[in-house]
């Protein structure tokens, strides 16, 4: 797509937040292919249709997304036979500026009812799937492109992450138990308040350190190394 690595960066470092923004808004949970999308379209900004009328995802004319705004250009379209063909005054969404361009492609998908499978996708690839089967695009290699760039990009690093599972369940950790028989998962021994929980089993008491930032497993008053 000939972009340079600074460019790609920094247009990476641009759409990626406001994609993240709006899909949290509109209930959908993979920015990952907004994003990507946004790349294959728009050639990482630049092509005409990026530069030109802020339109990053490829969203054809529709009044309720972009109002009286459009852009003419020529669309090269592909038949399921593989041919091609080209609408040469093809109307286009015109947004403002990047954000409402975004902004525009969840109201597109929002204006279809067609597309509402993509709020029940169970994945970034499902999505792709679930959009290409609505009618998004003629390409018969989108859903290809669209996972590749996801792939190669690490795409999913943007989109929600699953909470972590919960520390093991405490394996009953009174006080006034002896020292030396509780694996005790603290930020420090002297600091009683941040325990997380006591453990009978040193895995367990590991297991739960890790799912928390400068925390630690002691025993009797000892830092445990992790052998």
């Known amino acids: 797509m000939g972009a340079t690595k600074k460019e790609q960066d920094a247009f990476l470092k641009a759409i990626a937040p406001i994609a993240q923004k709006y899909a949290a808004q509109y209930g ?89 499978p993509l709020w029940e996708a169970t994945s970034a690839f499902d999505y792709v799937e679930k959009i290409k089967a609505a009618g998004y695009a003629t390409s018969l290699t989108y859903v290809e492109k669209i996972e590749n760039l996801i792939t190669q990009y690490d795409l999913t690093k943007y989109d929600p992450q699953p909470i972590p599972d919960p520390c093991p369940a405490p394996e009953v950790f009174p006080e006034d138990l002896p020292y030396g028989t509780w694996y005790r998962v603290r930020k420090t021994w002297a600091d009683k308040a941040s325990q997380k929980g006591a453990y009978q089993h040193k895995s367990n008491a590991f297991k739960c350190a890790d799912r928390y930032s400068g925390y630690s497993v002691f025993l009797d008053g000892m830092l445990v190394p992790r052998v």
């Open 28 to 116: 959908l949970k993979y920015p990952s292919v907004c994003i990507a999308q946004g790349i294959l379209e728009s050639g990482w900004g630049t092509t005409e249709l990026a530069k030109n009328a802020n339109n990053y995802h490829g969203l054809k004319y529709k009044k309720a997304v972009s109002g009286d705004r459009y852009y003419v250009k020529p669309a090269k379209e592909q038949k399921a036979d593989g041919t091609y063909y080209t609408d040469e005054k093809t109307k286009w969404c015109m947004f403002d500026d990047l954000d409402t361009g975004v902004k525009g492609y969840y109201d597109f998908l929002k204006s279809g009812k067609h597309y509402a």
